[in-house]
Structures are given as C-alpha cells and as structure tokens.
C-alpha cells in the first residue's frame, strides 16, 4: 500500500444482540460470536483477518457491550486490552463510533479510520478490500465522510439505500440522499433508476473530520467524549466512560452524522456482500442442498418439502413432509417452526418471549 499503514485504525462494531437470529442468536452469544458458514471461525473472526491487510492487529479495535468482554477475548487473544472498547449500554451506533474515534484520535491525530460491523458476509475479500483501499484514499481529504455502497442485485426492502450524483472524488461519488428501508414499490424504482446502491454500514474518515462533524451536529455527545481525552488509555478509561455514555442519546450514525453532513461520498462495490441480518438473508448466502434446503448441524429425510432452513445445535434426525418456505431451528429450550421469510414476525416472537417468558430464554 502506498498510504501509510500505521495511520489506518480499524473499528469493529461488535456489540449487537442479533435478535432476528433467534433462537440460534442469544443474550449471551449474539450471532457475530457464532460460526454461521461452519468454516472454524465466527463472523468476528472473519471479520478482524479480513481488516488484518488494511491496518496491522495493533490498529485493530473492537467495540462490544460490557457482557461480551470475555467473549472476545477469547475469540481474539491478539488484542491488547486497550482494544477492546466496552460500553456499559446500547446506545446505537454514534455513541460508540464516537468512543473509538475519540480514543483512536488521542493516539494518532493523524489517523484514517475505517467502521465496520462484525457480522457482515463478504464473499469476494479480494475485491471488498480493494474498495475500502479507495475509500480510504477518498477520506484522506479534511471534510470527507466516506461510505461503502453495494451494487444492488434486486429490490431489497431490507437494506437501506444511498443516492449519487456524478460529482467524483477520486474513485468515490458525492451522495445525494439517504434512505431508509424502503417499501418494495419504492425499492424497485431505486433499483431501475441505476443511481441507488445498498448502504452497506461501512464507514471511512480522518478523526480529525469526524470529530468536527460531532462537534457540529452532535455537541453534547462531542462534549462528552472530548471530556474524556485525559482518561483514554489509563486506568480511569471504564469509570468515565461508564459516566459518558448516560449523557449519550439513543441515535445512529448516519441519522446524526452523515445525513446532515455536506462532503458526504460513496464508493460503489461490487464484491458479493450480505448483512445476514435475518434467516432469510442467510438462507440466499448458503449453499443449498437437494430441494433447495439447507441443513446446519442436522441430519434430514426430506419428502416433498422444499427452499427450508433446518438448523439444530446437535446432531439430529430431522424428517420433514410437505413443508416449504420454513424455518426448523432446535436449539437447547427453544424448537421454532416458522414462514423463514417473515422479518417482521421474528421481533414480534421475539417480544412475545420476552413479555411471557421473561429474559432467560432469550
């Protein structure tokens, strides 16, 4: 890489609780700690080897909630303990990309910061890295808010969606607008219109950028995380940090930040890419069996049953009949039968399990 590389730190957001993963996806063992593809790692680790050719294992920083501390360190013991960023609660995501960033700035003022989440599926490593190498050189300008843009393969409703124009920097294009998950009717006109890509999650910018921008559009969270420069890498990190985050909103970093910000670019890629942010999602990324099924971690006799999901924690003896569509996931105290397509339903199990069953079982 031409750039210098000890100026690259990389953030990954780790601290999700999964919840349309359920049952598979709990409390204690969200997905991004899981081995989903079977290959010996979970999404966290895909995700850290992915970043290790962009930043080395020292500029690697993982944020996660205070009860996922121990996971990590035993999924990633490379890392120090400095790098590895507890919050004490959810706040979404500006708080937390706040938190490195204001870290990682005391650091290296100089520093080019790339977000991510953990548990994102990118099929072609090859070209994804190459695309955050564009970024990263797109973000090396003072003002610029780079983010990552997937060339959209149908109508999603799933995913939210980024507009350019053709106003370049570099390999990026300036963003027109941001939009939320759409509705299909909507989703269909993105996609036919050419100028829409998926909002992949990715974020890429100097700190220096992104603190004036917090500053700007965020100054109470700004305030509290500039307070806290005398605290990062010192024992006294945990207790202010612990005190901050209850003076911190509830808000993503894009409604925050980048949709109210003016150098806001994408840059498009084009590298086979999934959120898996539902089973469905998952079952489009998997390969498939005799009948379009998928089986995790069971044993199935099929008899006119197609396009299901069959997922047990052991091995198992599954037989199914006249069943299509479905999700079969046994997983310890929860057997689940359900449509594997419906999102929605899942928060609504999900609720339903926590208002009538209580928190354990999630």
């Given at each position: 890489m031409d750039r210098n590389s000890s100026q690259t730190f990389v953030?990954?957001?780790?601290?999700?609780?999964g919840s349309r993963f359920w049952p598979y996806s709990r409390n204690k063992r969200p997905k991004q700690f899981l081995d989903i593809f079977g290959t010996g790692q979970s999404l966290l680790q895909m995700t850290y080897n992915r970043f290790l050719q962009t930043a080395g294992k020292d500029n690697i920083l993982i944020v996660t909630n205070q009860q996922?501390?121990?996971l990590v360190k035993e999924q990633l013991p490379d890392l120090q303990q400095d790098q590895i960023l507890?919050?004490?609660?959810?706040?979404?995501?500006?708080?937390?990309?706040?938190?490195?960033?204001?870290?990682?700035?005391?650091?290296?003022?100089?520093?080019?910061?790339?977000?991510?989440?953990?548990?994102?599926?990118?099929?072609?490593?090859?070209?994804?890295?190459?695309?955050?190498?564009?970024?990263?050189?797109?973000?090396?300008?003072?003002?610029?808010?780079?983010?990552?843009?997937?060339k959209p393969t149908k109508p999603e409703t799933g995913y939210g969606y980024i507009q350019y124009s053709e106003e370049k920097f570099g390999a990026a294009r300036k963003v027109k607008t941001f939009t939320e998950k759409p509705e299909l009717e909507w989703a269909k006109k993105f996609l036919e219109s050419g100028d829409f890509v998926w909002n992949a999650g990715i974020f890429i910018w100097k700190t220096s950028t992104i603190i004036k921008e917090y500053e700007n559009s965020l100054p109470e969270m700004a305030e509290a995380f500039d307070d806290g420069m005398e605290h990062y890498y010192t024992d006294t990190e945990q207790?202010?940090?612990?005190?901050?985050?209850?003076?911190?909103?509830?808000?993503?970093?894009?409604?925050?930040?980048?949709?109210?910000?003016?150098?806001?670019?994408?840059?498009?890629?084009?590298?086979?890419?999934s959120d898996l942010g539902s089973w469905g999602?998952?079952?489009?990324?998997?390969?498939?069996?005799?009948?379009?099924?998928?089986?995790?971690?069971a044993e199935l006799l099929s008899y006119d049953s197609h396009s299901n999901i069959v997922k047990t924690d052991k091995s198992k003896l599954v037989i199914l009949q006249d069943l299509e569509g479905y999700l079969v996931a046994d997983f310890e105290?929860?057997?689940?039968?359900?449509?594997?397509?419906?999102e929605a339903k899942?928060?609504?199990?999900?609720?339903?399990?926590?208002?009538?069953?209580?928190?354990?079982?999630?």
């Open positions: 953030i990954i957001m780790a601290g999700g609780v996922y501390a121990e507890l919050e004490p609660a959810r706040r979404n995501t500006a708080p937390c990309v706040a938190y490195a960033c204001y870290k990682i700035h005391k650091k290296n003022p100089d520093a080019t910061v790339v977000i991510t989440p953990a548990d994102h599926a990118i099929f072609n490593e090859d070209k994804f890295i190459a695309t955050v190498e564009d970024g990263i050189a797109a973000a090396q300008k003072e003002g610029n808010l780079v983010t990552i843009g997937i207790q202010y940090i612990d005190k901050a985050y209850t003076q911190c909103r509830n808000i993503s970093i894009d409604y925050g930040i980048m949709e109210k910000a003016q150098d806001v670019y994408v840059v498009l890629g084009d590298f086979a890419w999602s998952l079952y489009d990324n998997l390969k498939k069996e005799d009948k379009e099924n998928i089986v995790m971690g105290d929860v057997l689940m039968i359900v449509k594997k397509d419906q899942f928060r609504e199990f999900v609720n339903d399990v926590k208002n009538k069953k209580g928190e354990e079982l999630l």
